[in-house]
């Protein structure tokens, strides 16, 4: 996909943010610059700083907002997103409130779709509630958005595809419902890593990130990124990034930096290992369902097609017929995946889903257990064998005859270096 400048999207994503030459040379990274405290020449120089921060300028007059290094990661992720600014935020879940808080005031309604990432709902409960801000959670799938909106309506909160089943929205759709209406759109877009989606570009305001996951990629830091695409909503972020005291430090931006050069080039991996995985995932016995939105027997396969250029390394799969004390005995079972409740790194995760989140999904039916899989960088073959030894182990005794295989999902053109799929 080419850029406007003539630039493909991995070659933006690899210069975006390097320092400029200086008498004749320079480095390749940009340097850490880390410092609390910045220096002015006279007061003059001081008090010109502070009024260029305040009209919006990235400038900065104090360590708390950031220098060069903070400013390369800022200018690579609104590249990445096609916005028009980035904030950056100290997590995932710290990013999702500054978008909450900067937006929505007391007496206001938000709509928010039911199977986002799960912590909002506790910043909604401890938090939105005092301030009488009223939030509501819908199934896009289920529910006409338009008979939903009120005249207090501020925002459209989504997530695409949806945590845990990966239920893909149009989002659209659903943004221009929203837009003519006058609410802002927001969507978290950590599963594709701001890689194989481009929400901006397809209706949304603002892209909300957890450079926790693919952005890092080594599962050493936390670290949350809001992308917006207008100078006015920059405005409004920007204060209540100020006021919030939000920061990060100089060292975890060169982290995030140095994380997002090589994100095409992994995701591309993770997509191949985790594909490799779904497909053998339908053909098990002990397996009801594979939530994968790659395989074309998925439900949202099509809008999939449509609107992404690639899958991420996360696999959902219902069990058949288990317990979940035997969902348990088979996360325990597995030797190559860990068990951890983050993703987005180079290893291999696996996690039984709580039953109480997954209800609160309207797209789940029954009660099978559901686990969750972070399919990483380890050869897939090394992967399916430690699959198929932990389905033996905890689930021996399983009597559902076995489907026929899975017809061969549709081909994924091989990635070269930061080329996108399809």
């Known amino acids: 996909m080419s850029a406007g400048n003539g630039l493909h999207d991995a070659t933006r ?21 880390r410092t609390s405290t910045v220096r002015f020449e006279n007061t003059a120089a001081h008090a010109d700083h502070h009024h260029r921060r305040t009209a919006g300028e990235r400038v900065a007059s104090y360590g708390r907002h950031g220098l060069d290094t903070h400013r390369a990661l800022e200018d690579a992720v609104t590249a990445l997103e096609g916005g028009h600014r980035a904030f950056l935020t100290p997590s995932g879940l710290s990013a999702i409130t500054l978008v909450l808080l900067a937006l929505l005031s007391p007496g206001d309604h938000a709509l928010v779709a039911d199977g986002v990432y799960a912590p909002l709902r506790r910043v909604d409960s401890t938090l939105l509630k005092r301030l009488n801000i009223t939030v509501e959670y819908f199934s896009p799938a289920h529910d006409d958005l338009a008979s939903l909106l009120r005249p207090n309506t501020r925002l459209l909160y989504l997530e695409s595809p949806t945590s845990l089943l990966y239920e893909v929205l149009d989002l659209p759709a659903l943004s221009k419902i929203a837009r003519e209406r006058g609410v802002t759109v927001a969507t ?43 100078p006015a909503l920059a405005a409004k972020l920007l204060s209540a990034h100020e006021a919030l005291g939000l920061t990060i430090g100089a060292d975890d931006a060169y982290l995030a930096l140095r994380g997002l050069r090589t994100l095409p080039v992994r995701l591309a991996q993770h997509q191949r290992n985790a594909t490799e995985v779904a497909r053998f995932l339908q053909q098990q016995a002990q397996v009801g369902r594979v939530y994968y939105p790659a395989l074309p027997e998925d439900p949202g396969h099509a809008l999939w097609r449509r609107d992404f250029s690639g899958a991420s390394g996360l696999v959902s799969f219902a069990f058949r017929d288990a317990t979940a004390a035997e969902a348990d005995a088979f996360v325990d079972a597995l030797t190559l995946f860990g068990i951890g409740a983050s993703w987005g790194g180079y290893e291999s995760l696996a996690l039984a889903a709580q039953p109480e989140r997954l209800r609160e999904h309207r797209q789940w039916q029954g009660n099978a257990p559901v686990v969750r899989l972070h399919v990483g960088l380890e050869d897939p073959g090394d992967l399916v064998a430690d699959l198929a030894r932990a389905f033996a182990k905890a689930t021996p005794t399983a009597t559902a005859p076995a489907p026929a295989p899975a017809p061969a999902a549709a081909p994924f053109r091989e990635l070269s270096a930061g080329a996108h799929l399809l």
């Open 13 to 33: 994503l690899l210069h975006a943010g390097a320092p400029q030459l200086r008498a004749g040379s320079g480095p390749v990274n940009v340097p850490v610059v």
């Open 188 to 230: 978290d877009n950590t599963w594709s890593g701001g890689w194989f989606y481009k929400p901006l570009a397809l209706g949304a305001n603002i892209s909300i990130q957890a450079a926790t996951k693919y952005i890092s990629g080594h599962s050493d830091l936390m670290q949350g990124i809001v992308v917006v695409d207008s």
